[in-house]
């Protein structure tokens, strides 16, 4: 893999990372794949579960990691409910993880994409998605000695 350990010279690997076909001169990239969690709350809660919670720790760790990262969450309703909702999994993480305000997206979608969503989630008024985008990621060469 592409991603070096700071007190070893091998590199180290991580399930999450795929390695590109080439290598800068200046350093690696490395390639973070479209990460994707989808997480339910009970009806009319916005509450958050331990099942919920280890979901956000997990994404968290990587935000928190890999500072080049950033975190979608989306909705497919709308109203007061929503919004607590999607604060609900954004200060979790934003305060957990001290991760900043503007790594952390907070999205409802429009009727024509909740439309669609229905067609395949049956717990859609529920459901919050948790997208991290693919990131490709300059990291640190400790035998150049740069990034």
């Not at 409802?108 to 991290?132: D, G, P, V």
């Amino acid at each position: 893999m592409a991603i070096h350990s700071f007190s070893q010279t091998n590199p180290i690997s991580h399930p999450l990372v795929t390695e590109l076909n080439y290598y800068p001169e200046q350093g690696m990239l490395v390639t973070f794949p479209t990460h994707y969690d989808v997480i339910y709350f009970e009806n009319n809660s916005s509450q958050l579960t331990i099942t919920m919670k280890t979901i956000l720790n997990n994404i968290g760790y990587l935000l928190d990691t890999y500072k080049e990262t950033y975190l979608v969450i989306t909705l497919h309703t709308s109203g007061d409910l929503a919004y607590d909702r999607l604060y609900s999994v954004a200060d979790y993480i934003a305060m957990q993880f001290k991760i900043e305000q503007e790594r952390i997206q907070i999205m409802l979608t429009s009727q024509e994409e909740t439309k669609h969503y229905k067609q395949y989630e049956k717990n859609w008024k529920n459901s919050t998605e948790l997208i991290m985008p693919k990131t490709i990621i300059v990291t640190y060469d400790p035998e150049l000695g740069m990034y």
